[in-house]
Nanobody, 127 residues
Framework: VQLQASGGGLVQPGGSLRLSCAVS????????MGWFRQTPGKEREFVSA????????YYSYSAKGRFTISRDSNNNAVYLQITGLKPEDTAVYYC?????????????????????WGQGTLVTVSS
């Protein structure tokens, strides 16, 4: 499975971004997808995830209300829409996927539950 994240950049506080993750080399409809972020010196943290069916979505406490995960089966892509960006959202954002076995609910926020990772895209929120 290959994942390619894009869409990051420099944004002013209050602005919006849509991050994209192109998925290839996998049975797209059979993997769970997630977004994580990481800042220097900190562990990678869960942001959001979506089930293979697209029916269930999960968000971290800090992501609720401003982050929206979605997937486009036609384009084999997963997106993360972020609105009301804050300086504390500055991070490298990574997309990740499970194997075809999926991820049990209790581990959906666990970095180690995801086998495949994209290279990350940097989001900088600053005036």
């Amino acid at each position: 499975v290959q994942l390619q994240a894009s869409g990051g950049g420099l944004v002013q506080p209050g602005g919006s971004l849509r991050l994209s993750c192109a998925v290839s080399g996998s049975p797209y409809g059979k993997i769970d997808m997630g977004w994580f972020r990481q800042t220097p010196g900190k562990e990678r943290e869960f942001v959001s995830a979506m089930r293979r069916t697209g029916g269930s979505k999960y968000y971290s406490y800090s992501a609720k209300g401003r982050f929206t995960i979605s997937r486009d089966s036609n384009n084999n892509a997963v997106y993360l829409q972020i609105t009301g960006l804050k300086p504390e959202d500055t991070a490298v954002y990574y997309c990740a996927s499970s194997t075809v076995s999926g991820i049990i609910l209790s581990r959906i926020q666990n970095v180690k539950a995801y086998l495949y990772w994209g290279q990350g895209t940097l989001v900088t929120v600053s005036s």
